[in-house]
Each structure stands twice: as structure tokens, then as C-alpha cells.
């Protein structure tokens, strides 16, 4: 089965870090990029970060930069999302995507992940 598995969320206090994982089954990440989106309560999903098959990063959030970075492992079929300084307005579901062009469009991917909830809160 074609499956995006998104985990590694949680609760995590002002100024925390975590580290999602996307792990990739059923198909091959090499030739695609891996988006991440995140969607809080009541708001519109938006692109967070997008990462090129060739390694070029993309960034579609001015609220995260110098705070969030993605990167990818092929050899693990794996991506992720580290983020640092982490505060309250982060916190969302956070889903990663796969597809063949970064886009902060999420009708443009064609695989997705369940979402791992990050909630930031004292």
C-alpha cells in the first residue's frame, strides 16, 4: 500500500524543539519532493517548507524561517522537519506530502500522510 507516515509530534513548551519524521512506504521519495503543511484550528492548510528531489529547499512561511529546516534521507525513504523555537502560533496538525514539483498548493501533491499534532503551550 502507498503510505506517507508523519510522526514525532507532541507537546512541547515555548522555546522547544521537535523533529518530524515523514517515512515513505509502497513507493520510491528519490524522484519527488517532500512538503510540509500545517493546518491550526480554523485556518486554511497552508506550505510550510518544500524540498526538491535535488536538494534545493523552498520556504513559504516568513513566520519560520531561522526556525524550522527540512532535509530528506533517501537511503531511509525518510524526510523530516526540524524546528526550533517553537511558539504557541506553530501550533498545528502537520502533514508531509510527496509529489513531483514543490508547491505551497496542497491539490498539488499526490501522496499524503496522515498529520502529527504539535501543540506548543506552557
Known amino acids: 500500500q502507498v503510505q506517507l507516515v508523519a510522526s514525532g509530534g507532541g507537546l512541547v513548551q515555548p522555546g522547544g524543539s521537535l523533529r518530524l519524521s515523514c517515512v515513505a512506504s509502497?513507493?520510491?521519495?528519490?524522484?519527488?519532493?517532500i512538503g510540509w503543511f500545517r493546518q491550526a484550528p480554523g485556518k486554511e492548510r497552508e506550505g510550510v517548507l518544500c524540498?526538491?528531489?535535488?536538494?534545493?529547499?523552498?520556504e513559504y512561511v516568513d513566520s519560520v524561517k531561522g526556525r524550522f529546516s527540512i532535509s530528506r534521507d533517501n537511503a531511509k525513504n525518510t524526510g523530516f522537519l526540524q524546528m526550533n523555537s517553537l511558539k504557541p502560533e506553530d501550533t498545528a496538525v502537520y502533514y508531509c506530502?510527496?509529489?513531483?514539483?514543490?508547491?505551497?498548493?496542497?491539490?498539488?501533491?499526490?501522496?499524503w500522510g496522515q498529520g502529527t499534532q504539535v501543540t506548543v503551550s506552557s
Open positions: 506530502a510527496a509529489s513531483r514539483y514543490c508547491s505551497d498548493n496542497y491539490y498539488a501533491y499526490t501522496f
Open positions: 524540498i526538491s528531489a535535488d536538494d534545493v529547499t523552498t
Open positions: 509502497g513507493f520510491t521519495l528519490d524522484y519527488n519532493v
